[in-house]
């Protein structure tokens, strides 16, 4: 793992956080980007040398909404970026660490992504982001 790449925060309405997120860090978002595969709109930040993502559900049957639903929203997850993604998945697995999707996906900000489960990390979803090569 070379960095943390981002961290993601669930958030329930983006029509409040933007505003709010916007004052706080003094700048807008680079980019709003609507994931569907995973029911989620991101909103990317640059707060100097790091990336937040704050995260909206847009369906009541996603990730997020079931996060929100659970533990309200909040700090959702730490974003590594590596560099082979498919090495790494399979170095961790070799290590025991549990993928939620056994293959990388296509994810937002032009990456691919993984998700080591929390039940393997002390309860910390931690997602691999390796850049998508065009």
């Known amino acids: 793992m070379n960095k943390i790449e981002h961290i993601g925060i669930a958030i329930k309405d983006a029509t409040v956080s933007i505003p709010l997120f916007n ?11 609507m994931v569907e595969s995973e029911n989620v709109k991101t909103i990317f930040y640059q707060v100097g040398p ?8 847009t369906s ?4 997020i ?13 730490i974003a590594y970026d590596v560099d082979d993604i498919y090495k790494e998945m399979e170095r961790l697995k070799t290590l025991g660490f549990q993928f939620i999707n056994e293959q990388p996906k296509n ?14 990390t002390n309860g910390v979803l931690i ?7 065009s």
């Open 65 to 77: 909404a079931k996060f929100i639903d659970k533990k309200g929203e909040g700090i959702h997850h």
């Open 50 to 57: 790091n990336k937040m993502e704050l995260l909206e559900a």
């Open 23 to 33: 004052k706080l860090y003094n700048t807008e978002p680079y980019k709003i980007e």
């Open 107 to 120: 994810g937002a900000d032009n990456k691919l992504i993984a998700f080591i489960h929390p039940k393997s």
């Open 60 to 63: 009541p049957d996603s990730a």
């Open 127 to 133: 997602e691999l982001c390796q850049e998508r090569k």
